[in-house]
């Protein structure tokens, strides 16, 4: 156990719709990092926050948004979904943005 | 996105083999993580390396910083059945604050 939760565990959902993903970091951390992983591919990293500000951005569509809260957790939120968007999304956190990541178990998404 | 290259992309090997794998880059890196995922699982974190030529060992698994900080390497000694799984290697750019995943390497064991 990595000590980071991720819910919901799994998630169907239909084209158009919106859904939120909830992260909580390991107890100290003050930095997340969300990836998306597609079917049998490499994790692609979305969006850093750290103490509750942006920090890095990566291959994140603008249909995706994600905050963190003042208690640390993190929300990602994915909008207008599409068929593509069909994924396993992992959140990380890690004390500062430069220390060793920690992975949760995941949120698999499935858009029909 | 930017990724690390990783071979090999996968292997089969027998139960009690050596196995070696590693990444490559052509930037220079300040920290290499290697991670195992098992399916439908979140990636776990095996072994950290943050200094040039650190040789780090974590049970059967030994971790190699190589010494261009270009490329790192993980060999698993004596193979198992639970050993199975996609390994990412994982480096922190120096300079930046973020890190670049490799594309990973799909071991399976045969008994």
């Known amino acids: 156990d990595s000590g980071v939760t991720q819910t919901p565990k799994h998630l169907i959902t239909a084209t158009g719709q919106r859904v939120t993903l909830r992260c909580s970091p390991r107890?100290?951390?003050?930095?997340v990092y969300w990836y998306q992983q597609s079917l049998d591919q490499g994790l692609q990293f979305l969006i850093q926050y750290y103490n509750g500000e942006e920090r890095a951005k990566g291959n994140i569509l603008e249909r995706f948004s994600a905050q963190q809260f003042p208690d640390l957790h993190s929300e990602l939120n994915l909008s207008s979904l599409e068929l593509g968007d069909s994924a396993l999304y992992f959140c990380?956190?890690?004390?500062?943005?430069?220390?060793?990541?920690?992975f949760g178990p995941g949120t698999r998404l499935l858009v029909l | 996105g930017q990724q690390l290259n990783q071979s090999p992309q996968s292997m089969f090997i027998q139960e009690g083999e050596d196995v070696s794998m590693n990444c490559t880059s052509s930037?220079?890196?300040?920290?290499w993580l290697w991670y195992k995922q098992d399916p439908g699982e979140g990636p776990v974190l095996l072994i950290a390396?943050?200094?040039?030529?650190e040789l780090t060992s974590n049970g059967r698994l030994t971790a190699q910083f190589g010494i261009t900080r270009k490329d790192s390497f993980l060999n698993i000694s004596a193979s198992i059945p639970s050993d199975v799984g996609i390994y990412f290697c994982a480096g922190l750019r120096s300079g930046t604050y973020k890190y670049i995943f490799g594309t990973g390497t799909r071991l399976k064991v045969l008994a």
């Open positions: 930037s220079i890196f300040n920290t």
């Open positions: 990380a956190s890690s004390v500062n943005f430069q220390e060793t990541q920690y």
């Open positions: 390396l943050y200094k040039a030529g």
């Open positions: 107890s100290g951390d003050l930095s």
